[in-house]
Protein backbone atom coordinates (compact mmCIF):
# COMPACT_ATOMS: atom_id res chain seq x y z
CA UNK A 1 0.00 0.00 0.00
CA UNK A 2 1.23 3.15 -0.88
CA UNK A 3 1.88 5.48 2.25
CA UNK A 4 2.44 9.56 2.20
CA UNK A 5 4.88 10.57 4.70
CA UNK A 6 3.84 13.62 6.81
CA UNK A 7 6.45 15.86 8.69
CA UNK A 8 5.04 18.49 10.64
CA UNK A 9 6.33 21.69 13.34
CA UNK A 10 5.98 25.20 14.27
CA UNK A 11 6.71 27.82 16.09
CA UNK A 12 9.73 28.90 13.60
CA UNK A 13 9.19 32.97 15.03
CA UNK A 14 11.15 33.71 12.36
CA UNK A 15 12.92 37.31 12.37
CA UNK A 16 14.72 39.48 9.89
CA UNK A 17 17.97 38.00 11.31
CA UNK A 18 17.12 34.16 10.60
CA UNK A 19 18.32 34.16 7.14
CA UNK A 20 19.66 31.08 6.61
CA UNK A 21 18.44 29.25 9.64
CA UNK A 22 15.95 27.11 8.14
CA UNK A 23 17.04 26.35 4.34
CA UNK A 24 18.96 22.99 6.05
CA UNK A 25 16.39 21.81 7.77
CA UNK A 26 13.33 22.45 4.94
CA UNK A 27 15.84 20.64 2.92
CA UNK A 28 16.14 17.87 5.19
CA UNK A 29 12.39 17.54 5.65
CA UNK A 30 11.87 17.57 1.64
CA UNK A 31 14.46 14.38 1.53
CA UNK A 32 12.39 12.45 4.80
CA UNK A 33 8.86 13.59 3.97
CA UNK A 34 6.18 14.32 1.05
CA UNK A 35 4.23 16.85 2.66
CA UNK A 36 5.33 19.34 5.55
CA UNK A 37 2.73 20.95 8.10
CA UNK A 38 3.89 24.10 9.26
CA UNK A 39 1.85 25.00 12.32
CA UNK A 40 1.98 28.63 13.44
CA UNK A 41 4.10 31.02 14.79
CA UNK A 42 6.12 31.00 11.58
CA UNK A 43 6.99 34.91 12.44
CA UNK A 44 8.05 36.57 16.08
CA UNK A 45 6.02 39.68 15.24
CA UNK A 46 3.76 39.11 12.14
CA UNK A 47 5.90 41.09 10.20
CA UNK A 48 6.26 41.58 6.39
CA UNK A 49 9.78 41.43 6.94
CA UNK A 50 10.42 38.07 8.99
CA UNK A 51 7.51 36.43 6.48
CA UNK A 52 9.84 37.37 3.43
CA UNK A 53 12.84 35.84 5.44
CA UNK A 54 10.70 32.73 5.84
CA UNK A 55 9.73 33.11 2.64
CA UNK A 56 12.81 33.02 1.09
CA UNK A 57 14.10 29.59 3.54
CA UNK A 58 11.60 28.00 2.00
CA UNK A 59 12.03 28.78 -1.88
CA UNK A 60 15.45 27.95 -0.94
CA UNK A 61 15.34 24.74 0.82
CA UNK A 62 11.56 22.73 0.67
CA UNK A 63 11.07 20.68 -2.03
CA UNK A 64 7.75 19.56 -1.16
CA UNK A 65 3.90 21.14 -0.97
CA UNK A 66 3.67 22.70 2.73
CA UNK A 67 0.95 23.74 4.47
CA UNK A 68 0.57 26.13 7.07
CA UNK A 69 -1.95 27.82 9.75
CA UNK A 70 -0.69 30.91 11.44
CA UNK A 71 -0.33 31.51 14.91
CA UNK A 72 -0.93 34.42 18.02
CA UNK A 73 2.59 36.00 16.85
CA UNK A 74 1.76 35.80 13.18
CA UNK A 75 -1.22 38.00 14.08
CA UNK A 76 0.65 40.79 16.36
CA UNK A 77 1.47 43.71 14.38
CA UNK A 78 -2.37 43.63 12.64
CA UNK A 79 -1.09 42.09 9.11
CA UNK A 80 -2.02 38.24 9.47
CA UNK A 81 -3.45 38.47 5.81
CA UNK A 82 -0.20 40.28 4.77
CA UNK A 83 1.82 37.51 6.28
CA UNK A 84 -0.09 35.12 4.73
CA UNK A 85 0.06 36.59 1.56
CA UNK A 86 3.65 36.55 1.34
CA UNK A 87 4.00 32.76 2.92
CA UNK A 88 1.48 32.01 0.22
CA UNK A 89 4.10 33.58 -2.86
CA UNK A 90 6.51 31.24 -1.92
CA UNK A 91 4.09 27.70 -2.31
CA UNK A 92 3.09 27.34 1.00
CA UNK A 93 -0.61 26.30 1.00
CA UNK A 94 -2.33 28.93 3.90
CA UNK A 95 -5.11 26.82 5.76
CA UNK A 96 -7.87 28.77 7.54
CA UNK A 97 -10.73 26.87 7.85
CA UNK A 98 -9.88 24.95 4.52
CA UNK A 99 -9.55 21.51 3.45
CA UNK A 100 -7.15 20.74 1.23
CA UNK A 101 -6.35 16.77 -0.61
CA UNK A 102 -3.29 15.52 -1.70
CA UNK A 103 -2.53 12.05 -2.80
CA UNK A 104 -5.63 10.77 -1.39
CA UNK A 105 -5.20 12.57 2.76
CA UNK A 106 -7.35 15.38 3.33
CA UNK A 107 -5.96 18.02 5.43
CA UNK A 108 -8.12 20.54 7.76
CA UNK A 109 -6.12 23.69 9.20
CA UNK A 110 -7.31 26.44 11.18
CA UNK A 111 -5.66 28.21 13.98
CA UNK A 112 -7.83 27.91 17.06
CA UNK A 113 -7.86 29.67 19.81
CA UNK A 114 -8.07 29.24 23.84
CA UNK A 115 -10.33 29.29 26.42
CA UNK A 116 -9.21 26.22 28.49
CA UNK A 117 -10.21 22.30 28.58
CA UNK A 118 -12.76 20.19 29.57
CA UNK A 119 -15.03 21.30 32.45
CA UNK A 120 -12.59 24.24 32.83
CA UNK A 121 -13.03 25.80 30.12
CA UNK A 122 -14.77 29.10 29.81
CA UNK A 123 -18.30 29.26 29.11
CA UNK A 124 -20.04 32.09 27.59
CA UNK A 125 -21.99 33.71 30.63
CA UNK A 126 -21.66 37.03 32.21
CA UNK A 127 -20.29 39.89 30.45
CA UNK A 128 -20.53 40.51 26.93
CA UNK A 129 -17.05 40.49 26.50
CA UNK A 130 -16.50 37.07 28.00
CA UNK A 131 -18.98 36.06 25.57
CA UNK A 132 -17.73 37.69 22.22
CA UNK A 133 -14.13 35.46 23.83
CA UNK A 134 -15.81 32.23 24.31
CA UNK A 135 -17.81 33.27 20.85
CA UNK A 136 -14.13 33.01 18.88
CA UNK A 137 -13.51 29.85 19.83
CA UNK A 138 -16.47 28.18 19.26
CA UNK A 139 -16.20 30.06 15.94
CA UNK A 140 -12.68 28.77 15.19
CA UNK A 141 -13.88 24.95 16.22
CA UNK A 142 -17.12 25.41 13.63
CA UNK A 143 -14.32 26.52 11.11
CA UNK A 144 -12.42 23.28 11.69
CA UNK A 145 -16.04 21.36 11.86
CA UNK A 146 -16.72 23.04 8.27
CA UNK A 147 -13.07 22.24 6.87
CA UNK A 148 -12.82 18.59 7.72
CA UNK A 149 -16.49 18.37 5.97
CA UNK A 150 -14.60 19.17 2.75
CA UNK A 151 -12.60 16.04 3.02
CA UNK A 152 -13.86 13.12 0.65
CA UNK A 153 -10.83 11.08 2.01
CA UNK A 154 -10.62 8.04 4.45
CA UNK A 155 -7.51 9.60 5.86
CA UNK A 156 -7.50 13.59 7.31
CA UNK A 157 -5.37 15.16 8.98
CA UNK A 158 -5.92 18.18 11.41
CA UNK A 159 -3.59 21.37 11.71
CA UNK A 160 -3.64 23.89 14.43
CA UNK A 161 -1.60 26.16 16.12
CA UNK A 162 -3.36 25.65 19.86
CA UNK A 163 -3.93 22.48 21.80
CA UNK A 164 -7.31 20.50 21.42
CA UNK A 165 -6.35 18.54 24.24
CA UNK A 166 -4.54 19.34 27.73
CA UNK A 167 -2.50 16.92 27.93
CA UNK A 168 -0.42 18.06 25.05
CA UNK A 169 0.33 21.23 27.21
CA UNK A 170 1.12 19.03 30.31
CA UNK A 171 4.61 20.61 31.33
CA UNK A 172 3.88 24.28 31.06
CA UNK A 173 2.66 26.33 34.07
CA UNK A 174 -0.89 25.45 35.40
CA UNK A 175 -2.30 28.76 35.68
CA UNK A 176 -1.64 29.38 31.65
CA UNK A 177 -3.34 26.54 30.41
CA UNK A 178 -6.37 28.14 29.59
CA UNK A 179 -4.32 30.27 27.27
CA UNK A 180 -3.03 27.17 25.47
CA UNK A 181 -5.98 25.90 23.58
CA UNK A 182 -9.53 24.71 24.07
CA UNK A 183 -10.73 21.59 23.81
CA UNK A 184 -14.10 22.81 21.96
CA UNK A 185 -11.69 22.13 19.18
CA UNK A 186 -11.47 18.29 20.19
CA UNK A 187 -15.22 18.42 19.22
CA UNK A 188 -15.14 18.41 15.46
CA UNK A 189 -11.81 16.28 15.54
CA UNK A 190 -13.99 13.52 17.41
CA UNK A 191 -16.74 13.81 15.67
CA UNK A 192 -15.33 13.74 11.88
CA UNK A 193 -12.87 10.52 13.10
CA UNK A 194 -9.41 12.34 12.31
CA UNK A 195 -6.72 10.44 11.33
CA UNK A 196 -4.09 12.63 13.24
CA UNK A 197 -3.71 15.95 14.63
CA UNK A 198 -0.50 18.40 14.90
CA UNK A 199 -0.32 21.53 16.92
CA UNK A 200 2.37 23.90 18.30
CA UNK A 201 2.14 27.20 20.69
CA UNK A 202 2.72 24.67 23.98
CA UNK A 203 6.81 25.50 23.96
CA UNK A 204 6.81 23.68 27.54
CA UNK A 205 3.71 21.31 26.81
CA UNK A 206 4.48 17.43 26.02
CA UNK A 207 4.87 15.41 22.70
CA UNK A 208 2.28 13.39 21.77
CA UNK A 209 -1.64 12.77 23.36
CA UNK A 210 -4.59 11.10 22.47
CA UNK A 211 -8.18 12.76 22.52
CA UNK A 212 -11.31 11.01 24.44
CA UNK A 213 -11.79 8.97 21.19
CA UNK A 214 -8.17 7.91 20.97
CA UNK A 215 -7.13 10.42 18.22
CA UNK A 216 -3.14 10.70 18.26
CA UNK A 217 -2.11 14.75 19.16
CA UNK A 218 1.29 15.80 18.32
CA UNK A 219 2.60 18.90 19.87
CA UNK A 220 5.38 19.80 17.15
CA UNK A 221 6.80 23.43 18.63
CA UNK A 222 10.07 23.23 17.45
CA UNK A 223 11.86 24.67 20.90
CA UNK A 224 9.75 21.70 22.29
CA UNK A 225 11.19 19.06 19.92
CA UNK A 226 14.74 20.41 20.46
CA UNK A 227 14.79 20.27 24.13
CA UNK A 228 12.88 16.35 24.26
CA UNK A 229 15.07 14.79 20.93
CA UNK A 230 17.97 16.99 20.91
CA UNK A 231 19.91 13.90 18.56
CA UNK A 232 16.93 14.23 15.88
CA UNK A 233 15.90 17.48 13.65
CA UNK A 234 13.23 19.34 14.64
CA UNK A 235 9.98 17.93 12.98
CA UNK A 236 7.78 15.33 13.31
CA UNK A 237 7.32 12.47 10.73
CA UNK A 238 4.22 10.30 10.57
CA UNK A 239 3.02 7.95 7.40
CA UNK A 240 -0.84 7.52 6.70
CA UNK A 241 -2.15 5.46 3.73
CA UNK A 242 -2.35 7.37 0.36
Not at 33 to 61: F, K, Q
Not at 66 to 88: K, M
Not at 181 to 208: D, K, M, W, Y
Not at 219 to 230: D, H, K, S, Y
Request: contains cysteine.
Amino acid sequence: MARLRVAATGDLHCKRTSRGAFRDLFAEISEAADVLLLCGDLTDYGLAGEAEVLADEASAGLRIPALAVLGNHDHESGDPAGVARILGGAGIAMLDGDGMEIRGVGFAGVKGFIGGFGERALGPWGEEAVKRFVREAVDEALRLEAALGQLTTTERIVLLHYAPIEETVQGEPPVVFPFLGSSRLEEPINRRGATAVFHGHAHRGTPEGRTSANVPVFNVCLPLLQERFPDRSPFRLLEVPA
